[in-house]
């Protein structure tokens, strides 16, 4: 019994360090609320990456990135400018919050090739920002 025990403990840990070398895609903003006080120009930085192996990837310009917000969806994808996470080209973008409420980033990136799965692989990508203290719509459906 212990050593069916050992066993499985061997295995999920061996399970658990196979996903965290995974690759992701990021949209990380300069702040996750923003308040009365604070700036309201956020900074958003999208970036492909292993981070947990703190491992940067090349991010080809997204097909698209948006902000939704009361079930309206802004297009921002030509505000995108080049720019380095972890040393790789990747995006930044700057936003002007002016209402509150749930703002909801959303990047496609472009499609890509992932042999080891025989397919194509998009990972579509979020995050909400809170402002001025309403966090009202952070659960609504974006159609994507």
Known sequence: MKKLSTLTAVLLVLFFCASASAHFGMVIPS???????DARKLALALSFSHPFEGMGM??????????ARDGEKTDLTEGLVPAKVMGHPSWIAAYPVKRPGAHTFVMTPVPYWEPAEDC?????????VAAFGDDTGWDQELGL
């Open 58 to 67: 090349t991010l080809v310009k997204p097909d698209s990135f948006v902000v």
């Open 31 to 37: 702040d996750n609320m923003v308040a009365p006080d």
């Open 120 to 128: 194509f692989i998009i990972h579509y990508t979020k995050t909400v």
